[in-house]
């Protein structure tokens, strides 16, 4: 680096200027005058202007006209300044601090940002990286991208956001989001300006990006009917730069060489972090005065939830591309298929565009890392809700259920680069993972068999309510909190109830014909009888993967439209309904203690609390004091809101108790 004393000075000097300015400006907020606005544009101005103008002429050879054209740039700028003050005041339109102050102190100091990062990058290395082989925009990318995407700009920024976080009296959901953006920004995957840090800084980033979630994710999941609608849109905010920041992060990874034009929108991205982050600070408009959650908005959980989905898929894509970088050319026909599918490395071949996409979207969710993150996510708000829950075979049931979301992604069962594994009966379907090779006959079937059993005997909670990672998925405070959509979405209220629809037996009957047909394809494939793969890829991973890798999410993404639990209710997981078949024949059932207190009970709170819609809960009680349902997964959630403690699982353990007595 050259020039190391003056680059120094100029990040000291602009973060204290810029720091000084934000201070300056939001102490006089309430009594924001004329005179103030003035000095704030006036002083923006002047040093952004004096930073293009030195920037030009340090990047341009030095000739008379360039030192005029460099003069002028300062000239130029500082004139808009003063017509647009001078504008303002001749048309008296300035009334105080309102939405065109804050928008144009935010763009003034973003601007200043932006010119001081392209400023010190010329200063620090003497160059941009331009070619006159690219185009003229291709160049402009490059000298914004060079400059953005180093710690030149990103030091200065974060210490900005620091001392504006330190000197500012916030909510403490201001306080959350700016230290959000400022972390993420500080783990940015470009901070080197190189590939040094990229993968480093991802996992970092992933890392923050998920604590945060976690966090907002509770937050929302207790403000059902309390959060103001400025909070709302604020964690929608953070949502949607998420899903930016991870996408420019996917793009940075996938078009890796050479460096800058990759990373150019991520550079883009920052800037509009911080544009966020500064509108955070500088509010504009009144207070909120009434909380009004998100009950009747499906819309905004919709929204977190799809912005997450998409945000930690980018993500886990980002870590396994970059990951594998040195191995392959920009893009996505050049990539490498990941090492769980084929059982190590290989060159993805390009089959055609749609296949392409939907394989590669279909493995990015199949592979540990896409797993962990969502695990960490999801399990977190599991042992949130763990704390609140008094009923301990309950608390024993997560525990469970974390733990075999853990191995399911830790040591994957049909993970194909292990025999051992694949040779357990502990397939979660067919295709999952690899073909259906003659010698995983057995242990598919043994799956099979092994859930039925457990079915038989302790009902579908078995398998759905602990085995299952949907149980992580669905069992945390925020999946709690989305049981209400059971009764606020039409399409929910149409199926609610203990039987399945018509409609629903008809999905039901074709995904179990459809898997038969592919997994005996499959197998003769395996067995090298025929040849039934498409562009290569077997049969049974096609259903797999849009069963559990497309459908699955679609599902869980739409909860506000289609109401809790949709994959238990809507008949398209065929391991789901096999053993809700076996839980309905087998020995679990509800009972309630005294039938006679339902009769009474004015809230029938086990219905609502129901996850899976079971409406007719207690008009099964008090006929007959018992219900059994292939839909119900035990889940429990009606034992925990009857406020009269009626409610108990009767299974296996029951079952012998009462031969025991009887003998
Ligand atoms: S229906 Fe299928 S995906 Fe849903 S919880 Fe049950 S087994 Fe899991
Ligand atoms: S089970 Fe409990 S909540 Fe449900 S109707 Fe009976 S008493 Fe009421």
Redesign the pocket.
């Known amino acids: 680096m050259e020039n190391i004393v003056a680059v120094v000075l100029t990040e000291l000097l602009m973060t204290a200027f810029i720091s000084y300015l934000i201070f300056f400006s939001l102490k006089r907020r309430n009594k924001f005058t004329y005179r103030d606005f003035s000095i704030a544009v006036i002083a923006l101005s002047m040093m952004a202007s004096m930073l293009d103008s030195i920037t030009y002429y340090l990047a341009f050879p030095v000739t008379f006209l360039n030192a005029v054209i460099a003069l002028n740039i300062s000239m130029f700028e500082m004139s808009i300044a003063v017509i647009y003050l001078l504008w303002i005041s001749f048309s008296k339109k300035f009334i105080g601090y309102n939405t065109s102050v804050s928008n144009t102190l935010i763009f003034l100091i973003v601007f200043n940002e932006v010119s001081m990062g392209i400023f010190l990058r010329l200063i620090a290395f003497g160059y941009y990286p331009t070619s006159s082989d690219y185009s003229l925009l291709s160049n402009v990318f490059s000298v914004i991208s060079s400059s953005l995407n180093s710690y030149l700009f990103i030091v200065p920024m974060v210490a900005e956001m620091a001392v504006v976080i330190a000197i500012t009296i916030e909510s403490s959901l201001n306080r959350l989001i700016s230290l959000s953006i400022m972390i993420q920004s500080l783990f940015s995957p470009t901070f080197l300006g190189n590939q040094g840090f990229v993968l480093l800084g991802i996992i970092l980033g992933t890392g923050s990006m998920i604590f945060f979630m976690i966090i907002f994710y509770e937050r929302i999941s207790k403000g059902r009917t309390s959060l103001f609608p400025g909070d709302m849109r604020k964690m929608r905010n953070i949502f949607l730069l998420y899903t930016l920041m991870s996408a420019s992060i996917f793009i940075g990874t996938l078009y890796h060489s050479p460096f800058y034009p990759g990373w150019a929108l991520y550079g883009i991205t920052m800037v509009v972090g911080m544009i966020f982050y500064l509108h955070i600070h500088f509010p504009i408009g009144e207070p909120d005065k009434k909380r009004t959650g998100w009950i009747k908005n499906p819309r905004f959980v919709f929204m977190i939830l799809l912005t997450s989905f998409i945000s930690e898929w980018f993500l886990a894509a980002s870590i396994e591309f970059q990951a594998y970088a040195p191995y392959f050319a920009n893009g996505f026909q050049n990539f490498i298929v990941f090492s769980n599918l084929l059982g190590g490395v290989t060159v993805f071949t390009s089959r055609s565009v749609i296949v392409d996409i939907f394989y590669i979207f279909g493995a990015v969710p199949n592979y540990y890392i896409f797993l962990t993150i969502m695990g960490i996510e999801m399990g977190a708000l599991v042992l949130f809700r763990m704390r609140n829950i008094q009923w301990k075979e309950k608390r024993v049931n997560l525990a469970l259920a974390l733990i075999a979301f853990a191995l399911y992604t830790t040591i994957y069962p049909n993970f194909i680069g292990n025999a051992t594994y694949s040779k357990l009966p502990l397939w979660a379907n067919v295709g999952a993972l690899a073909p259906l090779y003659p010698y995983m006959v057995v242990s598919l079937l043994g799956s099979y068999v092994l859930y039925a059993v457990l079915a038989l005997l302790f009902g579908r909670r078995s398998y759905c309510s602990t085995l299952c990672p949907s149980a992580v998925m669905y069992g945390g405070s925020f999946g709690q909190s989305m049981i209400s959509f059971n009764y606020e979405s039409e399409f929910s209220r149409k199926n609610i109830g203990s039987r399945f629809k018509g409609w629903v037996i008809s999905v039901i009957s074709s995904l179990w014909v459809i898997m038969i047909a592919v997994s005996l394809l499959s197998y003769l494939t395996a067995s090298r009888v025929g040849s039934f793969d498409l562009y290569g890829i077997d049969v049974s991973v096609y259903f797999s993967f849009f069963i559990w890798n497309f459908l699955w999410y679609i599902f869980f993404i739409s909860i506000p439209f289609v109401g809790m639990s949709p994959c238990r209710r809507y008949g398209w997981c065929t391991t789901g309904t096999f053993v809700g078949f076996f839980s309905k024949i087998g020995l679990f059932k509800l009972k ?1 203690k005294d039938p006679a ?2 009769v009474t ?1 004015p ?5 609502s609390a129901c996850e899976v819609g079971l409406g007719d ?2 008009g099964q ?2 006929k007959t004091g018992e219900f059994k349902s292939a839909k119900c997964v035990g889940a429990g959630s ?1 034992l925990e ?4 403690d ?2 108990f699982f009767y299974d296996i353990r029951n079952f012998l108790k009462e031969r025991k007595t009887k003998n």
């Open positions: 309630v207190t339902c009970c809230t029938k709170d086990c219905v809960l207690a009680f008090i009606c809101a009857c406020p009269y009626n409610i």
